[in-house]
């Protein structure tokens, strides 16, 4: 028998797979969340009909720019992608395990693939920083023009829109009148317990004063009220701010490769 795949919306069987690698898969398993379950789509693989499912490419369209995720077995993979790729964008922003580079480039070209960490914290493990509660608050649509500003100066490249805001888990630290540090979850399940950080960014003129730490805690301690874990990614050249999540209890749990926009071959 031959490899296997199929499209599937089955929340709890992709749960079944994904919940044994909680942080490696966060971003996967959050999406499972119905809030964002109706951005993408999932395309399993597995060594035949009968087996286990090994593999799964996720595709979200919820941003401006489609995300391709990958996890589990190379070669169960390439039968998913090979099932999907006729669904699939012609330009994505890939997040794909360090693995899946020679298969997914069968699929589609990229110029140029960054070396990421995810980094995942479980409450037990979590190091409070002080927060400063005076300036750093909450977020909400009222501050969406702020952030816009912030990532358009400072991180064109976040992976932020603006309905990011409804739940309620945003945080930033306001200086001088302005919003100068920020951070957000891309992902949010109660149910799965899991979070994934993200868009953390502060603004050039106020770096070194651990600001990002402090916005990030603020967001922490909120999260973990609801949830058992928390992911982020991080590029694995910034030392800076890996020592910085490391402060807080973050530790290493998958090297991955991300990059875009990728083009699909003909």
């Not at 501050?143 to 992976?159: C, I, N, S």
């Not at 200086?175 to 994934?196: C, M, N, P, Q």
């Not at 003129?205 to 301690?221: C, H, I």
């Not at 949830?227 to 490391?246: I, K, Y």
Request: hydrophobic share 40%; charged share 25%; no cysteine.
């Amino acid at each position: 028998m031959g490899l296997y795949a199929k499209e599937t919306t089955d929340r709890m069987l992709l749960r079944q797979v994904l919940s044994d690698h909680a942080l490696r898969a966060s971003y996967m398993l959050g999406d499972l969340e119905p809030t964002h379950f109706r951005f993408t789509r999932w395309f399993v693989g597995s060594e035949h009909e009968t087996a286990p499912i090994s593999a799964i490419v996720m595709l979200y369209t919820g941003l401006r720019l489609p995300v391709l995720l990958t996890h589990g077995n190379p070669h169960a993979l390439n039968a998913a992608l090979e099932l999907a790729i006729d669904d699939l964008p012609g330009q994505i922003h890939l997040q794909i395990e360090r693995p899946h580079d020679l298969v997914m480039g069968r699929y589609y070209e990229v110029d140029t693939m960054r070396s990421m960490l995810r980094m995942g914290l479980r409450q037990e493990d979590y190091i409070p920083a002080e927060v400063d509660s005076e300036n750093v608050v909450r977020l909400g649509h009222q501050d969406t023009a702020d952030l816009m500003e912030l990532y358009g100066t400072t991180y064109p490249d976040a992976f932020f829109e603006p309905y990011q805001l409804e739940h309620g888990f945003y945080y930033g630290t306001r200086r001088d009148g302005r919003l100068v540090s920020a951070a957000g979850t891309h992902v949010f399940s109660e149910e799965f317990k899991i979070a994934a950080v993200g868009n953390v960014v502060t603004h050039p003129e106020y770096r070194g004063k651990q600001l990002a730490t402090t916005t990030v805690s603020a967001l922490l301690n909120v999260l973990f009220e609801k949830v058992d874990a928390v992911a982020l990614n991080v590029a694995e050249e910034n030392t800076s701010a890996r020592r910085a999540f490391e402060n807080l209890g973050f530790k290493e749990h998958l090297r991955f490769l991300e990059g875009g926009p990728a083009i699909r071959r003909h």
